[in-house]
């Protein structure tokens, strides 16, 4: 099971994409892996309240089994309610942050010959998901999400 956070979550400059649409990239992932079978999605909204988090949660992907994470603080939450911990590090994390990842996809929007920007994006972003983000010219909305900068005349 996948579960997806911040599925209440509006789309801005940080979060370009619905947990609808972080869904469908896993999806995308999953099947060119061949892995899509195997996966079953639940979104869950944010609660903004720590403490009372993993009680929220599991009302959306049950009460019990192995959470796998990456991220401390929910292996905390997790693991203070008795939940069995599988910890995963994050590989190339230095490269790999989604803000890096953001701004590549912006400098890319530009560039017409779609091998070009697989060639630039494939070190960082799975082929089956830069597909997905080349539908539809998806990577349009990052450069129309850009925060609006007070310019000095």
Known sequence: ?????????????????????????????????????????????????PPNW???????????GVLHTSDASTESLYEESGWIIQRHELLNR???VGWRVRETLKLTFAVPEVDAVQMI?????????????????R????????PNVERIA
């Open 121 to 137: 994006l494939k070190e960082s972003i799975p082929s089956a998901v830069i597909d997905w983000l080349s539908e539809e010219d």
């Open 54 to 64: 993993v009680k929220h949660a599991e009302m959306y992907h049950g009460t019990s």
């Open 1 to 49: 099971m996948v579960a997806i956070g911040s599925a209440n979550a509006g789309i801005g400059p940080n979060d370009p994409w619905s947990a609808a649409e972080r869904q469908e990239m896993i999806e995308a992932w999953a099947e060119d892996e061949g892995h899509s079978d195997r996966l079953r999605f639940v979104h869950i909204p944010d609660i903004n309240d």
């Open 139 to 146: 990577t349009k909305r990052l450069v129309l999400l850009e």
């Open 94 to 96: 230095e490269d790999l």
